[in-house]
């Protein structure tokens, strides 16, 4: 169980906090209603980074095994077999595509959305440079842009371009 925590990084998951900025910045992150919807969607946020986190863990494996740190990841090192790293896949996906729908059918779209970009990313986009850079800062606009569509709050301009350009 160590293992598979570890390979699901959730250290990673801090990222996925950038759906607070809406509540953060429209003065309403102590309304409480708000909070625990957002609190359910960084939830199904965190299933489908970690979902996409053990599809590229799998898909690099014969990398990784050669690879001087990586070969210690827990799929790489073998402490998570493949067969696990296939079922929990499908879990963490099932249960982020109903978390994600049960709070509202746009965010479902933008959670799909954001998990086909960390697929199309990890099958051949990481490879070429500019899309790469392109790609994570379209990951990290569309966390914010999901932190809108639950809550109806609008993030600044001059915020989603902070987050475009920190990213980049």
């Known amino acids: 169980m160590v293992g598979l925590l570890l390979a699901l990084r959730p250290t990673q998951w801090l990222k996925n ?3 607070y900025a809406a509540l953060t910045f429209n003065g309403e992150l102590f309304n409480q209603a708000l909070s625990i919807k ?3 969607g ?3 946020f965190c299933l ?3 979902a996409s986190y053990l599809i590229n863990d799998l898909k690099d494996l014969p990398y990784d095994r050669q690879h001087p740190k990586k070969k210690f990841r827990p799929i790489a090192s073998g402490t998570v077999g493949k067969t696990h790293a296939l079922v929990s896949i499908v879990a963490l996906t099932t249960l ?3 978390l994600a729908l049960s709070l509202s059918l ?3 779209i933008v959670s799909l959305l954001f998990f086909f970009l960390h697929i199309v ?3 051949g986009m990481k490879k070429l440079p500019v899309f790469d850079i392109l790609l994570i800062a379209l990951s990290f606009t569309l966390r914010g842009f999901a932190g ?3 809550t109806g709050l609008h993030i600044p301009i001059w915020l989603i371009l902070t987050i475009v350009f920190l990213s980049l």
């Open 96 to 98: 982020g595509f109903f």
């Open 148 to 150: 809108e569509v639950l």
């Open 42 to 44: 960084f939830l199904a």
């Open 17 to 19: 906090l950038i759906l």
């Open 106 to 108: 746009p965010f479902l």
């Open 38 to 40: 957002v609190f359910y």
């Open 121 to 123: 990313y990890t099958f």
């Open 48 to 50: 489908f980074s970690s």
